[in-house]
């Protein structure tokens, strides 16, 4: 099968023009196609150009504000707030994370509530645009009822992704970012498409019962990681970045959509740290106690989270990011063909 091999600027400007086709303004439509080509240039390819289509699903159903300008409310504390007014939530980290930054190393800790947006991307690029700030950072969000808690057999709890960044001044950061469920639902999704079966223990059928079958899974309920553990922390997110910031849990999510084929609308909090106002004059200078902590770490042989994807983000800096034919087939075919 032919490959394409593409610049990380030529995949962005081919993403960028088909969400310009779609509608979105260009505000929108490059801070989508942004962390969408990000996915592809690390290697995540559950969040790259596979996002394209559930982006372009919902914008058919109407369920979300293409054109939407996401508002700034900020009242000089430490909370910030974006309005998203319906729009993609990378427009809305975009306009809020400077004052988020600014505020965290005059606070030192800061939060931005992010309200009333359209989710789909991974949560580290906005965790690295933080920590290439110098701050520690924090993000979570709901998603919709797709997830069974532990001991349960029906969809309550959302994948509700967490990501944690820590900044190393010299180097790539400490970053972590994976869904409160076993697996990404949309990992579940590339199992369906390219007919492969789910390990054991990722998901039960509408009926409760154990499956490995993806159509399935999807139509039944995902597993929490850990058991009781991750059910719990995937319940914390939706009381912080759902209750608490007066936006939708999961099961409302869904319930106001209709429909897990398309995009969840609800909210996200973001929470940033500056180290060096916490360390506040104690001994020891707290970037290079972490160095030490992660020295040691790999000293034993393990991989800290992260460095594959670094890795290949250097490896589609130097030679591109490679398509295969259908991959790029489709990109054209969205670039060519008219919206809705």
């Not at 580290?124 to 700030?133: G, H």
Request: proline content about 6%.
């Amino acid at each position: 099968m032919s490959e394409t091999t593409l610049s990380i600027a030529a995949l962005t400007q081919i993403v960028t023009e088909i969400f310009l086709k779609a509608g979105l303004s260009t505000q929108q439509a490059e801070a989508v196609a942004a962390v969408i080509v990000a996915g592809e240039r690390d290697g995540c390819k559950s969040h790259g150009i596979y996002r394209i289509d559930g982006n372009l699903r919902t914008l058919a159903a109407g369920k979300v504000q293409p054109q939407a300008v996401p508002e700034l409310r900020d009242d000089g504390t430490g909370v910030i707030r974006v309005a998203a007014h319906g729009g993609f939530s990378p427009a809305a980290f975009a306009l809020g994370a400077p004052v988020l930054a600014e505020r965290a190393k005059k606070l030192g800790i800061a939060a931005m509530v992010i309200n009333d947006c359209t989710h789909f991307s991974a949560l580290w690029p906005e965790i690295e645009a933080l920590t290439d700030a110098g701050l520690a950072a924090m993000a979570m969000c709901p998603s919709y009822a797709t997830v069974a808690p532990s001991g349960g057999i029906s969809a309550l709890l959302g994948t509700n992704p967490f990501a944690f960044g820590w900044p190393r001044p010299g180097g790539d950061p400490y970053v972590f970012d994976f869904a409160t469920s076993i697996a990404a639902r949309g990992e579940v999704e590339l199992h369906r498409i390219s007919g492969k079966p789910l390990p054991e223990g990722w998901a039960v059928d509408h009926e409760g019962n154990p499956t490995t079958d993806p159509t399935a899974a999807l139509q039944g309920a995902l597993l929490p990681f850990g058991g009781h553990k991750g059910s719990a922390i995937s319940t914390m997110i939706e009381l912080l970045a759902g209750v608490m910031i007066g936006d939708l849990t999961s099961p409302e999510a869904l319930a106001s959509l209709g429909s897990a084929e398309l995009l969840p609308h609800h909210g996200e909090l973001v929470i940033a740290f500056s180290p060096e106002r916490f360390a506040g004059g104690r001994a020891g200078d707290p970037f290079a106690r972490a160095e030490a902590l992660f020295e040691a770490i790999a000293g034993q042989g393990a991989r800290l989270p992260s460095q594959r994807r670094f890795a290949a983000r250097r490896k589609a800096a130097a030679e591109g990011i490679t398509l295969d034919a259908e991959e790029m087939a489709g990109l054209e075919a969205r670039r060519a063909q008219p919206f809705g």
